[in-house]
């Protein structure tokens, strides 16, 4: 079946500093591949998402590449802030998009003043 | 437009007694999904409605959860009796259908239910 693996967490780093949450999935063919996000008090919203191999999905400043060779969908951002502080989830559908979401166990990320 | 809603926000209930959720969905959308994620662990999967039909159900852990759709409109999901380890964070999610090869699922804020 469908699995998606993230690293654990919680990740803390300071504001301004590089951020890397790795992400790697396994499926038949070629999933949709997304990052959804959990902000305090709030629900899940989509961050961004890649439907095809080498696709580049970018939001906020956030950026993962589908990577079929790795099957990995790294997510990135060059200078996170306060208010990226939340909960991200690496997460997959089959190709098409009509079936259930497959989540990966999420990472809290934490920035400190 | 209204997003997903879900309600109650917050549950806590004694094993045994009988909980239930219920979700609205964005208007006209068809596709409606429940999730759940359990102690910290990642967001799985438990049933898909198309309309008031049940699609898929695989995820559904026992027969102490019921969902319904009557109408096609806003679900429930029942829990009776509740057992401790139901505790965790109930999503909800919906999907329109108008086009293309992909249809993004929008996702409520989530139910928490705490079984003592």
């Known amino acids: 079946g469908n699995s998606v693996t993230q690293m654990e967490g919680p990740v803390t780093l300071s504001e301004e500093a590089f951020l890397t949450i790795n992400c790697t999935y396994t499926?038949?063919?070629?999933?949709?591949l997304f990052w959804y996000v959990q902000y305090p008090g709030e629900g899940l919203q989509l961050l961004l998402k890649a439907t095809k191999a080498d696709d580049k999905g970018s939001n906020k400043g956030f950026e993962a590449t589908y990577r079929k060779e790795t099957t990995s969908f790294h997510l990135e951002k060059g200078s996170v802030q306060v208010s990226d502080s939340a909960v991200y989830f690496c997460?997959?559908?089959?190709?098409?998009?009509?079936?259930?979401?497959?989540f990966g166990t999420g990472t809290k990320l934490q920035v400190i003043p | 437009e209204a997003g997903v809603t879900q309600f109650p926000s917050h549950s806590v209930i004694e094993k045994g007694q009988t909980v239930t959720l219920r979700c609205d969905p964005i208007?006209?959308?068809?596709?409606l999904y429940w999730y759940r994620r359990v102690m910290g662990k990642e967001i799985k999967f438990l049933l898909h409605?198309?309309?008031?039909?049940?699609?898929?159900e695989s995820g559904m852990p026992n027969n102490r959860f019921l969902a319904e759709r009557t109408g096609g409109t806003y679900s429930t999901l029942k829990v009776q009796p509740a057992e401790l380890e139901d505790s965790g964070v109930y999503f909800c999610?919906?999907?329109?259908?108008?086009?293309?090869?992909?249809?993004?699922?929008?996702f409520g804020p989530g139910t928490r239910l705490t079984v003592l």
């Open positions: 499926a038949t063919g070629y999933p949709s």
């Open positions: 999610a919906s999907r329109g259908v108008t086009g293309g090869n992909y249809n993004e699922q929008f």
């Open positions: 208007s006209g959308h068809d596709n």
């Open positions: 409605f198309v309309k008031e039909s049940k699609q898929d």
């Open positions: 997460a997959l559908t089959p190709a098409g998009g009509y079936q259930k979401v497959t």
